[in-house]
């Protein structure tokens, strides 16, 4: 039961970084992560907000060997298997918009699926299907607790997405509104105007 239970923890852990930052213009941030070997790294991306949302990004390993790059994104996915222990860098490029800033968030996740070594420790006594069985349903428990970290960062995003352009529509709306009293001050003030202009006319016709 123990090793059950050891076995059943384990399977349930992955390693998962999340970040989010502001990218000020002009600007290049860089973010070094480890991982262990030859198990798969997820990466996903997106912009949150700012006028014209395109970035560059550039994932370099720790031989600075470039493995990805892709220029003008606002959001973006990919997997690779790390084959080193030490960094690898994340750089995130504002060089296209020279005026504003962008609000970024980026998601890493590594699983660690258990090993058939791991198992023969754990439980001597079991059969080679039983291990079989057992690698198999931890697969497949993997494999949901990752779609479900994916649905949460989604749903997370959403919300985010949603917050942001609550904020805009409130300052669009708020600006219009504030654009609208000026033209009704400046078009009551021009009436007046004008009404004592003409006044004034008929009032030097009255005196000649």
Not at 56 to 79: D, G
Not at 120 to 131: A, R
Request: charged share 25%; aromatic share 14%.
């Amino acid at each position: 039961m123990k090793s059950f239970l050891v076995l059943f923890l384990f399977l349930f852990f992955s390693q998962i970084s999340a970040h989010s930052f502001s990218l000020p213009s002009g600007r290049t941030e860089c973010f070094y992560e480890t991982f262990e070997t030859e198990k798969q790294v997820d990466f996903d991306f997106q912009v949150l907000n700012g006028i014209n949302q395109y970035i560059n990004l550039k994932v370099r390993s720790p031989q600075r060997v470039l493995m990805y790059n892709k220029q003008r994104t606002e959001t973006e996915k990919f997997s690779f298997t790390p084959h080193s222990t030490n960094p690898y860098s994340f750089c995130f490029e504002n060089i296209i918009s020279s005026h504003h800033k962008k609000e970024i968030n980026f998601n890493l996740y590594q699983s660690i699926a258990p090993s058939y070594r791991n198992l023969e420790k754990e439980g001597k006594e079991k059969t080679p299907l039983e291990i079989d069985n057992i690698l198999l349903l931890g697969e497949c428990t993997i494999g949901l607790s990752e779609k479900f970290e994916e649905i949460k960062e989604l749903v997370k995003y959403l919300k985010i997405r949603e917050t942001v352009h609550r904020n805009t529509t409130e300052s669009t709306n708020a600006r219009v509104l504030l654009w609208s009293t000026f033209q009704l001050v400046l078009l009551t003030i021009a009436s007046f105007v004008q009404i004592w202009v003409i006044k004034r006319r008929f009032e030097k016709k009255h005196f000649v």
